[in-house]
């Protein structure tokens, strides 16, 4: 052992030499650690791993997983021999042979690890976080930040005390070890190489990357580095730093210079630099704060402390110079300063400096952010709930969230806005496409494009609605889209109510009308719309409209700020359904939400409900209708669609019996606006005594219908809804109090090109035909899709399972989400839309989430916002196939077990679709006991040697067999596209012209007798 004396020796501890040439035999324990970790916690994904690693490496189809395990297992046994012979040895830590070893091993590791965290786009560096958990996950994250802060002060020791061996003349110590700086290359090479790849792991702990994600958007976004106050605050940087290098070398200017360069000068350049530093830094400060929304307030606390920083730095020379120039006189400060001049308390107080100097960035970095969580950054959300006369209304802006269900003309007028638009293609996003809607900011997402006079004559023409890229095109286009186009308004819009209304827009939409800014929308599947009364006169009048669709996947402005981020389908952009304007009078109705509050039945095919239908209407301008008080009246009339023209109808009232109505009401209402807004609401407890009840055998469905006259002028509006009582008891759904076993196909919103997303109604109600041909009762989307295809739904009997467009998040995705608002806002449009399909049986959080703690968050805040406003439907989940571990079904509650069984397709054995699946199942119901499986995914590509119809029969064993099984979902009905792939899982091809024989036949027949027994 080697001992050195210094002021240590005062606590009676004379230490050994700190033993640095260890480090790269430690820095390879917790690589080897990942490594055998990720292998072993995915072993379902073995196979995947094989043939992604197969691809990565051009080596043929060799077992790589196994290969893999035993290199890290016997890097980590030869690291650990070395290790602690080294312990005893010092010596053979420096013989040559031995000692790069490790620091080559370490070198292949991170390499590895790299390479298996991110063999797809959802696993990544913050996927060894979600394997973990939350509570061990957060545990190494602090182990390792703070084992990191211990080595780096270990590393500058002991390189220290390295460095200070005196070789011999042929560069070796006693004749035998190696040259300490050859060990100490070889020692900083492993710790640059640890150190990187634990700190980035580091950074990709959830909270911390969403944090400074937002943090750097602020900077990236936010900040104008073109204003005169960051001008002004770099030069009095430059100017304070060479000023103190000027007066720290006064001593060795000449002596004119340094009559100049006096402490009075010294003091008083001094404060006047800093005043000016920090005079600028607020004028930044104030400007910054009046560029952003009220909802964002605050974010000017990250630039100015990153310019607080900078100034701190042009003024360390200055300090410096004061350290030399301006005497100590304070009796204080002259017992520190002889404190100081002890020899061994300045070796003290010199490694607390060091400590402080590393900590203070290690607690900036890792610490703050999990004390603070992530500021909101981007553009806020706008849907939100209002309470108007104790009814719950839902909002967008300032404007009432309206109802997408096309009225008949009594008094409606539409326009359709689809057709030729000019169109404009800037393939790329902008970093302003988040920044708020201020008008600093709207400026910059523009460069006239929105304007009257610009000439777009040279942009190529389009038909709207249409994909901007189809999947079969060789260019792709991403980014910032412009539409333009003159639209004449007619006479008959005057004095209206108008509404400008988007079905679906992909990704962020921003709209003007001769050049005044109307609003903006995120969100590529939910429908929004406009009040635009005060913008249209009749006439003629230019619409623009910016659409910013970033490129998934992409380590952008919008990584984990979009949802989704990523996904197995393909991105169309662009306006991908219908727009249209919609006049109605001034004091119109909105939306009717019609929620079921109890019902009775002795036979589940009919009985009586009592439910509470929620009206709103907009309030018409002051003085613009006489009086303050209008009449609502509220009826329910059976619906009957006699042939399939009726079916395909949008204007449900045309197929009201309004000669036996089931339910009337009638009410004086008040048109002045409550609550600060220019719209009233009001709820309607209603008795219907006898009902025919809603079911996927016996579609009976009722037409609600408001009409509210004010002023002598009468608004009707109608919505088609169904009475129906969909629960859970015990391991079975229930129906109207009748067990339900439902029998599926999942579909796609796609067609070949040129359509794309941008179905018509015919290819919507073909696809449902389709799925009824196949004998489904009902049907699974991965996202938001057209209302039409659920208004047909209702009509066809087919339930549905409506998904959010939270799809295959990790971790950092929901943390980003939540904060943002994203999630509440999204739900808000998703609910309120499609509220009163009785087809819609589930609403789902998402798709196979790679999340922990965020998600099991945001469940719970969407089971508890559901809970409150949405009864009548239950919340689940797709869920990861082999995430048969998970406890978000157990602590949301949900009360339906809903996985994705890929057992023989992606998982497990290949082929062994009844064995792997039933094993599945099995696991899922042991850690789920007493809730019904409705089982989301199972399927398999279609082949030449059947194994399609054999993956459907043999998983169609495996689901019936096990008794908690109610429902499953075939993967799919028709091939989709995927973002670079045509996936052909399908029952029909792509062009629903032809199906597969076997499949179509087995699934007929099983799902047939598996349904009988449904009411």
Not at 666 to 677: F, K, L
Not at 796 to 821: H, K, T, V
Not at 872 to 895: G, H, K, M, Y
Request: glycine share 8%.
């Amino acid at each position: 052992m080697e001992h050195r004396t210094g002021w240590w020796t005062k606590f009676g501890w004379d230490p050994p030499r700190v033993k640095i040439e260890f480090l790269p035999a430690l820095m390879n324990v917790p690589f080897v650690a990942i490594i055998l970790y990720v292998l072993f916690d995915n072993q379902e994904y073995w196979g995947m791993f094989n043939s992604i690693l197969a691809g990565v490496f051009h080596l043929g189809n060799i077992p790589y997983t196994q290969i893999l395990i035993w290199m890290a297992i016997a890097f980590g046994a030869y690291t650990a021999a070395w290790g602690i012979a080294g312990i005893v040895r010092l010596r053979i830590l420096h013989i040559p042979a031995l000692n790069v070893q490790p620091t080559i091993m370490l070198g292949v590791m991170v390499v590895l690890v790299v390479i298996l965290l991110n063999v797809n786009v959802r696993v990544n560096l913050d996927y060894l976080f979600f394997m973990l958990g939350p509570g061990p996950g957060l545990a190494v994250y602090v182990g390792a930040s703070l084992g990191i802060f211990v080595l780096v002060i270990l590393l500058v020791v002991g390189l220290k005390q390295l460095t200070s061996l005196k070789p011999d003349s042929r560069g070796l110590i006693d004749g035998k070890r190696l040259h300490p700086r050859v060990a100490g290359a070889t020692t900083l090479v492993s710790a640059c190489l640890g150190f990187s790849m634990i700190l980035a792991i580091g950074f990709y702990y959830p909270v911390t990357t969403i944090y400074w994600n937002n943090v750097i958007g602020v900077h990236s976004r936010y900040v104008d580095w073109n204003s005169p106050a960051i001008a002004i605050l770099f030069v009095l940087a430059i100017i304070s730093a060479g000023i103190g290098i000027f007066f720290a070398i006064r001593g060795r200017l000449p002596e004119r210079a340094r009559a100049f360069a006096s402490r009075e000068r010294l003091v008083a350049i001094t404060s006047i630099l800093a005043g000016g530093q920090v005079a600028t830094i607020a004028w930044f400060s104030v400007q910054f704060e009046q560029s952003i929304e009220p909802a964002l307030a605050g974010l000017w606390v990250y630039p100015a402390t990153t310019f607080c920083l900078v100034a701190a730095g042009g003024f360390i020379p200055l300090l410096v110079a004061w350290r030399r120039n301006i005497p100590v006189t304070s009796a204080l400060a002259s017992r520190v300063r002889n404190l100081v001049k002890d020899p061994d308390m300045r070796k003290i107080i010199s490694l607390a400096a060091v400590v402080a100097v590393v900590f203070v960035p290690f607690w900036f970095v890792f610490y703050q952010p999990l004390a603070t969580g992530p500021p909101l950054v981007d553009v806020p959300f706008q849907a939100r709930l209002v309470s108007l006369n104790g009814v719950d209304v839902p909002f967008v802006g300032d404007a009432v969230y309206p109802g997408f269900e096309t009225q008949s003309n009594i008094s409606h007028e539409y326009l359709d806005m689809g057709g030729t638009w000019r169109m404009l293609r800037l393939n790329a996003t902008s970093v302003h496409t988040l920044s708020p809607r201020t008008p600093h900011f709207i400026e910059k997402i523009t460069d006239g494009q929105h304007g009257v006079a610009y000439d777009d004559a040279g942009w190529e023409t389009t038909s709207v609605p249409s994909p901007v890229s189809q999947y079969e095109d060789d260019e792709k286009t991403w980014g910032v889209v412009w539409y333009r186009k003159n639209v004449t308004v007619p006479p008959s819009f005057a004095n209206k109510t108008v509404l400008f209304k988007l079905l679906g827009v992909n990704y962020f939409c921003d709209v003007w009308i001769d050049g005044e800014y109307v609003g903006y929308h995120e969100g590529g599947f939910n429908s929004f719309s406009f009040d635009v009364s005060s913008l249209l006169d009749p006439g003629t009048h230019l619409f623009a409209i910016r659409v910013d669709n970033p490129e998934w996947d992409k380590k952008d402005v919008f990584f984990y700020t979009i949802q989704p981020n990523g996904a197995d389908f393909f991105n169309y952009g662009g306006i991908v359904r219908e727009l249209y304007l919609e006049a109605a009078p001034r004091a119109s109705v909105q939306r009717v939400d019609v929620r079921q509050a109890g019902f009775a039945t002795t036979n589940g095919l009919n009985g009586s409900v009592t439910a509470e239908i929620d009206v709103a209407w907009k309030c018409p301008p002051a003085g613009t209708v006489p009086g303050d008080t209008g009449v609502l009246n509220i009826s329910v009339y059976p619906l009957a669609f006699e042939n399939e023209t009726a079916l395909k109808s949008r204007d449900t009232l045309r197929f009201a019996n309004t000669s036996a109505p089931a339910f009337t009401s009638s009410h004086v209402v008040s048109i002045t606006g409550a609550a600060g807004t220019g719209y009233q609401a009001l709820r309607c407890d209603a008795l219907l005594p006898l009902v025919s009840f809603w079911s996927t055998k016996r579609p009976d469905l009722y037409a609600v219908v408001a009409n509210l006259t004010a002023g002598g002028t009468s608004d009707v509006f109608c919505t088609q809804t169904g009475f129906r009582n969909f629960t859970t008891d015990g391991v079975e759904l229930r129906l109207n109090g009748a067990p339900l076993k439902l029998a599926g196909v999942s579909i796609h919103e796609q067609y070949p090109a040129p359509t794309g997303r941008s179905l018509t109604d015919d290819q919507r109600f073909h696809d449902l035909q389709c799925a009824n041909a196949t004998r489904s009762n009902w049907w699974r989307g991965s996202y938001p899709f057209h209302p039409m295809m659920y208004v047909y739904s209702d009509r066809f009997g087919i339930a549905c399972w409506e998904e959010s467009q939270i799809f295959w998040c990790n971790e950092p995705d929901i943390i980003a989400a939540i904060s943002r608002g994203l999630t509440a806002s999204m739900w808000i449009e998703m609910l309120y839309r499609d509220y009163n399909r009785p087809s819609i049986l589930m609403w789902s959080a998402g798709n196979e989430p790679w999340a922990y703690e965020a998600f099991l968050t945001y469940l719970q805040q969407t089971k508890a916002f559901l809970d409150a406003h949405d009864p009548n439907r239950i919340l689940a989940f797709a869920c990861v196939s082999s995430q048969d571990w998970t406890r978000f079904f157990r602590e949301t509650p949900l009360r339906i077990v809903t996985p994705n069984c890929y057992g023989g397709t992606f998982e497990g054995v290949p082929g062994a679709w009844y064995d792997e699946i039933t094993a599945n199942l099995q696991r899922y119901a042991n850690n789920n006991p007493g809730k019904p499986i409705v089982n989301m995914e199972w399927g398999y590509w279609r082949d030449a040697g059947g194994n399609q119809s054999r993956c459907f029969l043999e998983g169609f064993r495996a689901l019936t067999e096990n008794p908690r099984v109610q429902g499953f979902t075939w993967w799919l009905l028709h091939d989709y596209y995927g973002p670079n792939y045509h996936n052909s899982m399908g029952v029909y091809n792509m062009e629903r012209n032809w199906y597969e024989p076997a499949t179509f036949s087995a699934m007929v027949a099983n799902y047939t007798t598996f349904t009988a027994a449904n009411l």
